[in-house]
């Protein structure tokens, strides 16, 4: 048996175990294949669409939290390598009075399980921001996308992955055969993201769903990550992160099974009034930024989300077959955890698919 592996899915899940593998056991042989690329822009292709920054949403799901955990650290590691667009960013995040209210006023409702891992701290009135009456702030992570999908492209080619661009596969089975030595696969790994919807071939009686992001790039500058939660309109919210190559990403809203790639402009506008009302300092030319808000564009992206949680398992039929999707709003802090049990499955794989 060869050890040849074909991954499916070039998004943030397929590069990272793609990578995760063949620095683990250095005779794989993996090809990348996928019908989107890093610096393709599709709304069947999410991960170009990131905001991004690591904040877990893992709450109480110990197998998520553990997923997180070994991101956090491994993002840490990559924001002393510049050219992997990964900061260290201070997060801030803070409630409007309607959230407090929400909340019940309770402060452990803005709890996280990660508090004492990124060092969390309750902010001092003087520290919050401008309309909002309560906040936290711990050590994060912002993760620049369009630099770090390609630092992730270079560093599989420089440790000899191959990637293929290819037509959309219409079963899952099909791509064994698209290994680039032209022999039959012996692992298959499905990192298809939200692109499963469309597949045959998955043995899966869970839904993988969409759920609608939207974010404003504007070339107005700040320095740390900003969250504000309690938005009037349901499934909205505050977040602000910097963009290494400059700017800031504004979201956002979390619209469930909305499947569109059309901006709403009224959601638009009421991320940027937002913007406006909690981060004054975006507006302010005595931080070095223009008077108003400069859109560069808006983005539409679709979060990849499964019932029931994220796949990632050997398929009960096909030993060979091995899966690795729905990671919702969390495919960046959570892909290194998801190529860590991806090559755990692969190192459990069968005599007959032994490696
Ligand atoms: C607005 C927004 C903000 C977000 N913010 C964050 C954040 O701050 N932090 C965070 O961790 N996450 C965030 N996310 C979530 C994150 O972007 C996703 O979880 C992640 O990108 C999913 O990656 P993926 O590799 O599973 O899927 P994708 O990036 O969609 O990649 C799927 C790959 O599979 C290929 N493919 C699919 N079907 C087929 C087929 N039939 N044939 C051939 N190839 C196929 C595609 O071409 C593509 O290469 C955000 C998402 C959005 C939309």
């Not at 877990?56 to 990559?78: C, M, N, P, T, W």
């Not at 508090?115 to 009135?125: H, T």
Request: proline letters at 5%.
């Amino acid at each position: 048996m060869s050890n040849s592996i074909v991954i499916v899915g070039a998004g943030v899940i397929g590069l990272t175990s793609a990578l995760t593998l063949k620095k683990e056991n250095k005779d794989l042989d993996i090809t990348v294949i996928a019908s989107h690329l890093p610096g393709d822009i599709s709304i069947n292709y999410t991960s170009p669409f990131a905001g991004a920054n690591w904040q877990s949403f893992a709450g109480d799901d110990v197998e998520v939290q553990k997923i997180d955990e070994i991101g956090y650290h491994e993002f840490i590691r990559l924001a002393d390598i510049p050219t992997s667009g990964v900061w260290k960013k201070k997060n801030v995040n803070c409630v409007t009075q309607k959230g407090w209210d929400d909340a019940q006023r309770d402060p452990k409702a803005f709890a996280n399980w990660f508090d004492k891992l990124a060092n969390s701290r309750v902010l001092e009135k003087n520290e919050l921001v401008p309309g909002t009456v309560y906040g936290t702030v711990f050590d994060g992570v912002v993760i620049s996308v369009p630099i770090y999908l390609s630092y992730l492209v270079q560093q599989c080619l420089e440790i000899g992955i191959v990637l293929q661009r290819i037509a959309p596969l219409k079963n899952i089975e099909d791509a064994r055969a698209l290994h680039h030595s032209g022999k039959k696969a012996s692992l298959l790994i499905n990192c298809a993201g939200l692109g499963v919807s469309r597949l045959n071939g998955l043995n899966d009686k869970k839904r993988t769903y969409a759920v609608k992001g939207q974010v404003v790039l504007v070339s107005n500058k700040i320095d740390h990550v900003i969250c504000v939660e309690g938005a009037k309109h349901p499934n909205e919210m505050l977040y602000a992160f910097p963009r290494k190559e400059g700017g800031t990403i504004i979201g956002g809203c979390f619209l469930v099974d909305q499947w569109s790639s059309k901006e709403d402009k009224t959601i638009t506008q009421r991320i940027l009034g937002r913007a406006v009302r909690h981060i004054p300092q975006l507006i302010d030319p005595a931080t070095g930024n223009p008077d108003h808000l400069d859109v560069v564009k808006v983005n539409v992206g679709l979060r990849p989300f499964r019932e029931d949680g994220p796949r990632i398992e050997r398929d009960s039929k096909r030993p060979w077959l091995i899966h690795a999707y729905g990671a919702g709003g969390g495919g960046y802090q959570g892909s290194y955890g998801f190529a860590e049990k991806v090559a755990r499955l692969v190192r459990e794989s069968k005599p007959e698919a032994k490696l």
